[in-house]
């Protein structure tokens, strides 16, 4: 690709000579520097010495007169490159003498050859997809179809009495889970599940969508040092760890936009199984421990208990 790019403008016949004056004009570089180091090394008399180190060292200095000249005449043949290239001031990265241990030029030609395919693909794509509409017409639709009932707009802001309605309805429904409700930064709710004496579990609600729970144990301690609830250290324990993995698990398989409330209803019955994590044993193997864990995992429709290695 760096060919590509070079050659556009570029006499590439012009630019191998020119390399090859370089190379002459350094030789002649050298051998005027070899010239002064050497001095009057002759044996001739101090007169015939002088003469002869002064006669050297001119033709030397002719010589790169004569290089530099011819560097210069190649340099109008070679021409310039193209100045139409997209990547504007970043071809000066090209001038980097450490090429072969930083070859960001190279890469960023790379980079801009697969975005421009990229971005060429996509539109092909968008075209086709554009000439499959999915939209029926009415005659396909048929009466029936008409009189379907449309789906009701949902919104993700409810209001706070309604949120909290739903959260007091949920803690009658399990005796052994307390759950306490609480608004730090506004309307966005904060509930602290406590289940029996097994564990706590902080979940951070937007209206009524969950965004994200930490499992800790019974006795760790769930708030910071001003007394909020501490939504971003993780448990101490690597069983209680496990459990924040699986409850992330769960929030992506209990999804149901139009009806958020069944969604944290069936959330919380999948967490209330918890209620006997050290007491249950594996569905699968039947041991209670595995690893130094018992079984973390519970299934999403039995409720069942497996080890994390055992559900698969």
Partial sequence: MADGVLSAGVNLEAFAQAISAIQALRSSVTRVFDCLKDGRRNKEALEGREKSFVSIF????HSVSRDLGELERLSNLVGKPSENHPLHNSGLLSLDPVQDKTPL???LLQAYKWSNKLQYHAGLASGLLNQQSLKRSA???GVSAKRRPKAQPTTLVLPPQYVDDVISRIDRMFPEMSIHLSRPNGTSAMLLVTLGKVLKV???????????????????????DDG?????????????????????TALLHYQLPQMPDVVVRSFMTWLRSYIKLFQAPCQRCGRFLQDGLPPTWRDFRTLEAFHDTCRQ
């Fill in 105 to 107: 030029y190279s890469q």
């Fill in 139 to 141: 005659n396909q639709m």
């Fill in 58 to 61: 001119q033709e030397s200095l």
């Fill in 228 to 248: 909020k609830l501490d939504i971003w250290s993780k448990s101490n324990y690597q069983v209680f760890q496990k459990v924040t993995d699986h409850a992330t």
């Fill in 202 to 224: 902080i979940v951070v609600m937007r209206s009524l969508f969950i965004d994200r729970t930490i499992v800790k144990g019974y006795h760790e301690n769930v708030y910071t």
